[in-house]
């Protein structure tokens, strides 16, 4: 058995990059330092179902093909479709992600990651007011004050308490002692129950709770007995611990990006940790949740100046969220083609989104079997980035990491089948 060091997991974006792969037989068999789910992943447990060469649906079957008649059919679909959709993106590395961009730039199609469906939101806030962001290392070494807010680390992220609060630092030694533990949260959570205070808020009034925070902040009062069902008197208490703070961060998720107030409320949070920063040291990472789905919001950005939900259909980049999202297009039937990769929509998208892409053509770019596949007329399975394949990822709060190959694979990574794709749309645009 070969002992393979410093792996990075390929699951969510805590990239925790102290994995060890126990390889037997050009195999991953067990890991040691893994989460259960990254675990999970590494090993295929839970009987996951993977697929080993390309499949094109004939006569409502799928028959196996080669790679070349996978390539061809996909590349077709995207060229003949007066609107494509391209969506995913998150589950890969940056490399696939530019030719993913310029295969949407060549198809005229319109190109979105999963932010749309999770921290959109938070893209929407930090242009319009900042992003007062650090890393990791600057958390552990030094945050005593951890705030999580609309998100549940044990169960999403499970090594992110472990990393950033338990972990000792080099001004934290001690790990956790030294530090004041706050999560928001409606539900009484497993996150919850190792806090050291709990701001048991009413569903959708996060707005509420952060402008009462703020408003005692500046010095007000607060006029009601409780705001948003928390106590003014536990308000009160949780500001002077922020106040306080040598070093504060905000962690938040979907809680508060996908309740009442939307990107409102992120604006909000981040003009709180604007004031907090007139007494305090503090900022604020989102809780992103695939391995790069930060990742391709960078790329996005750098290619074409905007970071997701772009449409190229008049050759130029156009960015209108609310128009050119992905569930935006299906659900007004404007689309006519999509190619799916790193994602399963299938498998979370709404109801209505689901009802046309079961009407129109699906490329799925996916190792295994999923409700997207199942709705799909092409699958090419990839190697898969941070197992079979080496990539770059972006973590949640955007460092940039580098991922290790760890065993081999006759299969392509997703970088070059999207070229191979690339490529013949660009043979059949020249031959219209």
């Known amino acids: 058995m070969e002992l393979v060091k410093n792996v990075v997991c390929p699951f969510c974006g805590t990239l925790c990059d102290d994995i060890i792969c126990k390889v037997e037989d050009n195999e991953i068999v067990g890991t040691m330092n893994a989460c259960r789910i990254g675990h999970s992943k590494f090993v295929h447990t839970e009987g996951a179902e993977r697929y080993t060469k390309p499949l094109v649906r004939k006569n409502g079957e799928f028959v196996e093909v080669t790679m070349d008649e996978a390539i061809d059919k996909a590349a077709h679909i995207l060229a003949d479709s007066k609107r494509p959709l391209m969506y995913g993106w998150s589950c890969t590395d940056c490399d696939a992600q530019a030719v993913g961009v310029k295969l949407a730039e060549e198809a005229k199609a319109v190109i979105d990651n999963t932010a749309s469906v999770c921290h959109g939101p938070s893209v929407l806030a930090l242009q319009d007011v900042g992003y007062p962001i650090c890393t990791f290392g600057e958390v552990k070494n030094r945050a005593d004050v951890v705030v999580y807010w609309g998100c ?29 533990l706050i999560v928001v949260d409606p539900r009484k959570t497993d996150s919850s129950k190792l806090a050291d205070i709990h701001l048991q808020l009413d569903f ?62 992120i604006d909000t949070a981040i003009c709180l940790v604007t004031d907090l920063n007139r007494s305090a040291k503090f900022n ?35 960015y209108n969220p609310g128009e050119s999202g992905s569930n935006d297009l299906l659900q007004n039937k404007e689309t006519d083609g999509m190619l799916v990769i790193a994602s399963d929509p299938g498998g979370n998208f709404p ?33 898969i980035v941070g197992m079979q394949a080496e990539g770059t990822a972006y973590r949640m709060e955007g460092v940039p990491i580098r991922m290790r190959k760890v065993v081999e694979s006759d299969l392509l990574p997703d970088r070059e089948i999207l070229e191979r794709i690339l490529d013949k749309v660009k043979e059949i645009n020249a031959s219209k």
């Open 152 to 180: 549940n680390p044990m169960h999403a992220h499970p090594r992110h308490l472990s990393r950033n609060v338990f972990g000792r630092g080099f001004f934290r030694e001690r790990g956790r002692p030294d530090r004041t």
């Open 284 to 318: 604020l990472i989102p809780m992103r949740g695939h391995y790069n789905v930060t990742g391709f919001n960078q790329v996005c950005t750098w290619e074409v100046g905007y970071p997701y939900c772009v449409d190229f259909a008049t050759g130029s980049p156009r």
């Open 351 to 383: 109801q209505k989104s689901l009802e046309r892409m079961a009407e129109i053509p699906i490329v799925a770019i996916e190792p295994h079997r999923t409700p997207t596949t199942e709705m799909s007329d092409v699958i090419i399975p990839p190697a």
């Open 204 to 265: 959708d009034h996060d707005y509420e709770l952060l402008d009462a925070i703020r408003t005692v902040l500046l010095g007000n009062d607060i006029l009601y007995d409780e705001v948003a069902g928390v106590p003014k008197e536990l308000i009160y208490e949780t500001v002077e611990v922020l106040k306080k703070a040598q070093f504060g961060i905000l962690f938040f998720g979907m809680g508060i990006t996908h309740s009442r107030g939307k990107h409102r409320n």
